[in-house]
């Protein structure tokens, strides 16, 4: 096999690369947005193409300092880094008396000691995950990283013994490299190893490092990518007479590699040592490496981002997508039991989106420190306040702006639009082709909004509605214990802050008075499970509203509520259902719903009702007349399948009983949620897959559910303005008291008016009309 590959002329050598790679990778092209930290650039070895690597003589401190180590991760950290990558040489206490006693004097008894140290700092001060790359190590080396350290880095460079430009280096003899990639193979550290082109070595060299890094994944499973990197002279270098390594043996080490390496083995060159580097893309590699915006920053101070838009443009020009990724691949952060140490596994969710790669909404992502709010702020529903250095990137509920995604100039070509030709065909999108739509990036995303925008055109018009309406949560208490549940309070809450209350009929009765008075046509009515409701409560409750306002839409009672209801009183749930409905209940919302899987439930809400029990809920209300819609709430702990699950779930229930009137996507919102707060969940998610949730939402449900619904509260005017514009019809209600958003974190939410839904509405083109629940019209006096 490897024989016939060696004979194949480079351009159909390339070819087969190519299609290896978009086989298992698709259009997707990843890199790290990292900040570099040369923790030393002492080296006991002396490489002759190396230009890191000082004398102590040239140096002002041996090692960067704690602060500056810092200062570095910060100024990292502001620019939107994920990674600190740490660089450094191989043992030089062990060659420079100046290192040994730099070490001594600051308490350190090695380098890779005081590296981990230094990692921890990083890790706890900024969040930003280092990726160590000290070289040579011992297993207890390696292990002692792993702590620290989500991933791991060493080149083996060469496996030719005998290269003049290794002589004077003992940490690169083949022995010692190979030892180092089995240990971390066998210590399960996610690792990033690679070879050098053009150092002396042969192709047969080449071939047999990438035969031996292929062995080696296939034993542990650990390589994460291979770095195939071109020599290049530099002056005041051993080889600085050497010829550079010429183009076309570059473009067949990296086709080499794809073909040799299995094909899961991300494959990574470096863009800034090949002028036209775009050609890199068509020997087969899937990952640019590392960009340093602070790098950059020093140089064009005025484009703070400048190598990274050029990374776009020509990443987007051969047809493929860019996305930011972790230090750590994300085959490996979403397999954490396996492959992260349990200390750095909440590190790496905080960083991650939903399939494991970086967040990508631009801006800061920094380790959130909150405090308790005052009790009179409490009582305005927030729950906690931030202190210390703020994210800047947006998250669900924040004041932050989203990053502009549509309009677009939509992406040709790929997975993604494979399946949206489909949908353009009339044609029902399945699981794996939803898990597809989710995963659209870059110009993806727009094209998958202008479906959407289309297919919404065609079911239901330009008008944009909202309904007037007023959130009633009767009582915070509750004898569940959903672990995202900020709201709910009492002994048996994870959420101990605040005070518990339990409104009275009466107080029901006067808000519902008040509502009316306000023009509201619909009260919202939901709240905590308190142990003292038997089912009774919620006929008394919808008995109370229809009194003091008849005529008044009753939306209220999640499909736990009623289930329960209905247990506790030992009756079935379709006469109770009969009950609250001739008591005046109108329609259920889909609230509950969560993640409809039961994987994710375990995580979510262990003790509320399963997947089948909220389908069976809205199944019996839909029997007996009642109107429900479906809410997801996403963005905590699943990933885009799980997505998947809810929507085909939901939508076969729609096809036998059309009785959902809307879809109503709920970003989940982390800051105070007790989940996020234990370390156990993401920080919601991104913009790009908030406005994903209502884009793809409007094609799953296509030609079944006619609404799609976009929460002002979650996504903030600036969300909302761009998902009306990828496929969302419906505002949602004025909303006055909401409290169960807020007390989770977010920011908006105490009510909108008439004008402020205009003012997000008209600049779009399109009429807003006030909607009753059930889509009907209001008529404005
Ligand atoms: S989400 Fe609802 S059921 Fe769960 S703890 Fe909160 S109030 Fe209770």
């Known amino acids: 096999m490897t024989g016939d590959l060696l004979s194949l002329p480079l351009p159909e050598l390339m070819e087969r690369a190519r299609a290896v790679r978009d086989q298992h990778h698709g259009t997707r092209v990843t890199y790290s947005p990292k900040v570099f930290v040369p923790l030393t650039m002492l080296c006991r070895d002396k490489c002759g193409y190396c230009t890191f690597a000082q004398p102590p003589a040239r140096l002002e401190h041996p090692y960067l300092s704690a602060d500056r180590v810092l200062a570095i991760a910060r100024s990292g ?16 206490e062990e060659r420079y008396p100046a290192a040994r006693a730099w070490l001594d004097e600051h308490g350190h008894t090695s380098t890779v000691e005081y590296l981990a140290a230094m990692a921890r700092l990083v890790l706890d001060e900024t969040g930003l995950l280092p990726h160590a790359n000290a070289g040579a190590l011992l297993s207890d080396e390696l292990a002692l990283l792993r702590s620290v350290s989500p991933s791991q880095g060493m080149m083996i460079e060469s496996l030719n013994p005998d290269l003049e430009c290794h002589r004077g280096s003992p940490d690169k003899t083949p022995e010692r490299r190979l030892a180092t990639l089995e240990a971390a193979g066998e210590l399960a550290i996610p690792f990033t190893t690679g070879i050098l082109v053009g150092i ?6 080449r071939v047999a490092a990438l035969e031996a890094i292929a062995a080696s994944h296939r034993r542990w499973g650990h390589v994460q990518e291979v770095i195939v990197q071109n020599f290049l002279p530099k002056p005041g270098t051993g080889m600085h007479a050497a010829p550079p390594c010429p183009p076309a043996d570059f473009l067949d080490a990296i086709a080499l590699a794809r073909l040799l390496l299995p094909a899961d083995v991300h494959l990574q060159a470096p863009p800034n040592l090949s002028d036209d580097f775009g050609v890199l893309l068509d020997a087969g590699i899937d990952d640019w490496g590392g960009v340093s915006p602070v790098t950059a920053d020093h140089v064009n101070p005025e484009r703070p981002w400048p190598a990274l838009e050029r990374l776009r443009a ?46 990508d909404d631009p801006g800061a992502v920094f380790v959130q420190r909150i405090r308790p709010a005052a009790p009179e702020q409490v009582d305005d529903g927030v729950e906690v306040l931030h202190i210390g250095a703020r994210s ?30 489909g949908v353009l065909l009339g044609q029902e999108v399945g699981l794996d082709e939803i898990v597809t739509l989710f995963g659209a990036r870059g110009r993806e995303v727009a094209a998958v909004a202008d479906v959407a925008d289309e297919l919404r055109r065609q079911t239901i018009g330009d008008v944009v509605t909202y309904v007037r309406n ?79 306002v008849p005529g008044m839409h009753v939306h209220g009672f999640t499909a736990l509520e009623v ?4 247990r506790r009183l030992g009756e079935p749930l379709r006469d109770y259902l009969i009950r609250l409905q001739d008591a005046g209940l109108r329609t259920l919302p889909g609230t509950a719903a969560e993640i409809l899987d039961d994987e994710i439930r375990e995580l979510l809400c262990p003790d509320k009702i399963s997947t089948d029990e909220w389908l069976d809920a809205h199944r019996t209300a839909h029997s007996v007349g009642l109107r429900s819609n479906i809410t997801i709430m996403f963005g905590a702990v699943e990933r885009p399948v799980h997505w998947a699950r809810h929507l085909v779930r939901t939508r076969e229930l729609q096809k036998e009983t059309g009785g959902f009137t809307e879809f109503v996507p709920l970003p989940f919102v982390h800051m105070a949620a007790p989940i996020y707060l234990q370390h156990k969940a993401r920080r919601g998610p ?23 619904q976009v929460s002002w509260v979650k ?29 989770a974190g977010a920011n908006h939410g105490q009510g909108m008016d008439e004008d402020g839904f205009r003012s997000l509405v008209e600049p779009l083109g399109r009429p807003l009309e006030q909607r009753t629940t059930l889509y009907g019209r209001v008529a404005v006096a």
């Open 563 to 566: 289930t329960e209801g209905a």
């Open 200 to 205: 002396g070595e042969t192709r047969a060299d």
């Open 715 to 743: 996504m903030g005017a600036p969300g909302v303005h761009q998902v009306l514009q990828a496929g969302a019809n419906d505002l949602g209600g004025t909303l006055v008291n909401e409290n169960i958003s807020r007390a």
């Open 77 to 92: 950290g502001r620019a939107g880094c994920h990674e600190a990558l740490f660089t450094l040489g191989e043992r030089p």
């Open 686 to 708: 991104t913009f790009r897959e908030a406005l994903l949730m209502h884009a793809v939402g409007r094609i799953a449900y296509h030609g079944l559910i006619p609404n799609i």
């Open 470 to 548: 007023r959130n009633i949560n009767y009582t915070n208490v509750c004898t569940f214990k959903c672990r995202f549940c900020g709201f709910s309070k009492g002994p048996l809450s994870l959420n101990l802050r605040g005070t518990p209350y339990l409104l009275t009929l009466d107080d029901i009765a006067e808000r519902v008075v008040e509502a009316a008075a306000m023009g509201a046509t619909e009260v919202c009515l939901q709240g905590g499970i308190h142990p003292d409701f038997d089912g009774d409560y919620y006929l008394d409750v919808t008995r109370a509203v229809t009194t003091a």
């Open 314 to 359: 020509v990443t987007e020009d051969k047809g493929f997508t860019l996305a930011p990724r972790l230090t750590i691949y994300p085959e490996y952060a979403t397999d954490p039991d396996r492959w992260v140490d349990p200390g750095l596994r909440f590190a790496v969710m905080d960083r991650s989106d939903a399939e494991g790669l970086g967040r």
């Open 392 to 421: 800047t990137a947006w998250y669900s509920g924040a004041d932050a702006a989203p990053p502009p995604l549509v309009p677009g100039h939509p992406a040709a070509g790929g997975a993604v639009n494979e399946v949206l030709a």
